[in-house]
T-cell receptor
Framework: GQQLNQSPQSMFIQEGEDVSMNCTSSSIFNTWLWYKQDPGEGPVLLIALYKAGELTSNGRLTAQFGITRKDSFLNISASIPSDVGIYFCAGPPLIQGAQKLVFGQGTRLTINP | SAVISQKPSRDICQRGTSLTIQCQVDSQVTMMFWYRQQPGQSLTLIATANQGSEATYESGFVIDKFPISRPNLTFSTLTVSNMSPEDSSIYLC??????????FGQGTRLTVV
């Protein structure tokens, strides 16, 4: 089935560094969603993007909806220990209908103090 | 955002038995979604539960193995039947806001021994 290619799969950084991760697809998306999952919890929505080229911020997080509608990236600036977790991109492929989300493989972020 | 409560939060079950997971939402929703997250993996949609009709299952998931109930607009259950160790996963229920933004319960961590 439809999959999203998310990279990198893992990141090991120092506190204070910036982080960048991205997601690509072979098909068009009308919405891109970015989630964070802490251990023992369900994913929590961070940012939702609805328009090609859209750049949206949520505190230290910034995400962009690619012009081709087949990619998106998430940046985290000045990382802090609570940023540790797994980040997922997700979206409803145009061909599958608006309600069915597919998820990227996730980016596991580890921060060294 | 919706408040979604899942029970149990975790369980350890014997192979061959069944476990029913409950999901309660604090507002009425048309569709509820059940996802599986295998260890170290991303989320995969199992089925969509509509009130008043049979659930719609994704490829690779069948009703006999994952029967779903949806008795009203705020509640759903997912049963994992005749469990084997391969069913050890986190099971998550989800609802949509704005037609595409998914919100998740905290998940049920199932271990089959």
């Amino acid at each position: 089935g439809q999959q999203l290619n998310q990279s990198p799969q893992s990141m090991f950084i120092q506190e204070g560094e910036d982080v960048s991760m991205n997601c690509t697809s072979s098909s068009i998306f009308n919405t891109w969603l970015w989630y964070k999952q802490d251990p023992g919890e369900g994913p929590v929505l961070l940012i939702a993007l609805y328009k090609a080229g859209e750049l949206t911020s949520n505190g230290r997080l910034t995400a962009q909806f690619g012009i081709t509608r087949k990619d998106s990236f998430l940046n985290i600036s000045a990382s802090i220990p609570s940023d540790v977790g797994i980040y997922f991109c997700a979206g409803p492929p145009l061909i599958q209908g608006a309600q069915k989300l597919v998820f990227g493989q996730g980016t596991r972020l580890t921060i060294n103090p | 955002s919706a408040v979604i409560s899942q029970k149990p939060s975790r369980d350890i079950c014997q192979r061959g038995t069944s476990l029913t997971i409950q999901c309660q939402v604090d507002s009425q929703v048309t569709m509820m979604f059940w996802y599986r997250q295998q260890p170290g993996q991303s989320l995969t949609l199992i089925a969509t539960a509509n009130q008043g009709s049979e659930a719609t299952y994704e490829s690779g998931f069948v009703i006999d193995k994952f029967p779903i109930s949806r008795p009203n607009l705020t509640f759903s259950t997912l049963t994992v039947s005749n469990m084997s160790p391969e069913d050890s996963s986190i099971y998550l229920c989800s609802v949509l806001r704005s037609n595409t933004e998914a919100f998740f319960g905290q998940g049920t961590r199932l271990t089959v021994v």
